[in-house]
């Protein structure tokens, strides 16, 4: 068994063996002529039960040959022009290449000892990313396996500089209090189109889910400053403290971005924590024509970016960010057999020390194999071009009059409804929505997405691929409208 450890008298088996599944994975890329075969879970998952996993095959290619079967024929390739579902991107070759580097190598990212250069190009990249945002000279952070990670710890961060905050305060005034005291009376603001991390953060942070004032939206799917005004002006003035402010800047369901200069500015006033969701949008903060989006994020105490949304980069790669690098010290922990305090005097630089892992892949290396090959203009023009793709699919939508369009995007996503004609029942108008995805997604020509949008179901397309063309997007508003009209006329003759 030993001839299967990665070492000095295995090199030539890991060149091959690597070999070969990569000559698999490019023969499926250049054969694939649709997003995923339209395999359902009933056929599926009998094929992968009957494997005996305490029976192994005889070497790597016959597993190859297995995963075939289970994995690559039927999985869903995102690279593909037609996938138009979930904030899932096609990744740049060298980010893959970095990929494979940091598997093989496995360095941890927790400890100077287990990553000497690993740590200091992650440090840099995070710097980077610092100055792109304008966070200023103090700024740090760290990367995370994705958006609801590092949403949670930038809320983490929040709480705990909010208690510490009231604490000093009723100190200065002769009293006491507890952080336990505290907790029921911290509140988090957001958008009604936040993402739904930030209630499951609360929920986490022992605050409850009921912590989060969901703040409305206005017509463009922006949160409402004024009603975010009133709704700070309660808060103080029924003796609660406003812990958080979550500016979104790029909705999950819309693409939407917050007014962020008028948050910062009220978040200011009310000595809350100013929080940016820029998991979706940071790819603005390299895009060489529409960086001016997002200002306002420099005003951000901490910042939420995900480079395996729109830097095409391979999950997971994502970070969070501080304006002042001090405010991570609420998550440090010195534990002796791995980052004893001595370290921090000895100025080793120890990432465990701002983390909430602590192994921890070296996703870093990912993003700085891509900058040092396409440079960040590079990856910034990739990002302009699906948002230019979905104007062009806004103009598309909303000139056909079988459908109707939520809001004019400001970065790639688009919310749309199919509208048949007559007076339908909305239920109906509704199941019709649900199927037209479904019987899509059974078909495998296309992968859309779905939400809801005041109470009612909408369609989704979320344009990542700079691939995809407006071609493509009307060939699925009539593969959509078709299954529609076929789910409607068979429900009324049923019903006749």
């Known amino acids: 068994m030993r001839s299967h450890l990665l070492n000095e008298t295995t090199a030539d088996l890991y060149r091959r ?48 040959d297995e995963l075939e079967d289970v994995y690559l024929r039927d999985a869903v390739y995102f690279h593909h022009p037609r996938y138009l579902g979930h904030l899932n991107c096609p990744v740049v070759i060298p980010a893959v290449v970095g990929e494979a580097v940091l598997s093989a190598v496995n360095s941890s990212l927790d400890t100077w000892d287990q990553s000497i250069g ?25 990367f995370t396996s994705g958006g609801s990670q590092s949403n949670f ?34 509140r988090i603001f957001a958008s009604e189109a936040s993402h739904f991390s930030v209630q499951k953060s609360a929920a986490m942070l022992g605050l409850g889910y009921e912590a989060v004032i969901r703040v409305p939206v206005d017509r463009h799917r922006r949160m409402d400053t004024a009603v975010l005004a009133l709704e700070l002006e ?15 800047a790029g909705t999950t369901d819309f693409g939407s971005i917050d007014p962020l200069p008028e948050i910062a500015r009220l978040a200011a006033e ?26 306002g994020i ?5 910042v939420t970016v995900d480079y395996h949304k729109s830097f095409f980069q391979p999950v997971s790669s994502s970070a969070m960010l501080v304006r002042d690098r001090t405010t991570l010290g609420h998550a440090t922990y010195h534990a002796d057999y791995l980052n004893p305090r001595r370290m921090a005097e000895e100025r080793i630089p120890n990432q465990v020390d701002k983390s909430i892992q602590t192994t921890r892949r070296f996703d870093a290396l990912k993003l700085w194999m891509t900058l040092r090959v396409m440079g960040a203009d590079g990856v910034g023009s990739l990002f302009d071009q699906v948002v230019d793709l979905a104007a062009a699919g806004h103009g598309l939508i909303a000139a056909d009059p079988r459908f109707e369009v939520v809001v004019e ?30 019987a899509l997604f059974a078909s495998g020509e296309a992968v859309v997405a779905g939400t ?44 006749r």
């Open 234 to 248: 309660s808060c103080a003035g029924e003796g609660l403290v406003p812990m958080a402010v979550v500016a979104t």
């Open 270 to 295: 009310h000595s809350a924590w100013m929080h940016v969701d820029a998991a979706y949008g940071c790819g603005l903060l390299v895009s060489p024509t529409r960086r001016h989006l997002l200002d």
């Open 409 to 438: 995007p400001q970065l790639s996503t688009l919310v749309f409804r199919y509208l048949p004609g007559g007076d339908l029942r909305p239920d109906l108008v509704d199941e019709a929505q649900l199927h037209a995805r479904k």
């Open 452 to 495: 809801k949008v005041d109470g009612r179901q909408y369609l989704k397309f979320t344009l990542l691929n700079p691939q995809t063309t407006t071609s493509d997007i009307t060939a699925v508003l009539d593969l959509l409208a078709a299954h529609a009209e076929q789910f409607l006329g068979e429900s009324l003759a049923v019903h």
């Open 17 to 64: 063996s690597v070999t070969a599944g990569v000559d698999r994975v490019a023969a499926r890329l250049a054969a694939t002529q649709r997003p995923h075969t339209g395999i359902s879970v009933g056929e599926l998952a009998p094929v992968i039960d009957r494997i005996d996993l305490d029976e192994p095959l005889a070497d790597a290619a016959a597993a190859l």
């Open 298 to 302: 420099e005003k951000a105490d901490s």
């Open 153 to 186: 710890h930038a809320l983490l961060l929040a709480r705990d500089e909010a208690c510490r905050t009231a604490m000093r305060r009723a100190r200065d005034e002769g009293a006491e209090r507890t952080k336990a005291e505290l907790l029921p009376k911290l």
């Open 118 to 142: 690993g740590t200091l190009i992650e440090r840099r990249l995070i710097d980077w990313t610092a100055r792109r945002i304008g966070l200023g000279e103090d700024a740090d952070g760290v």
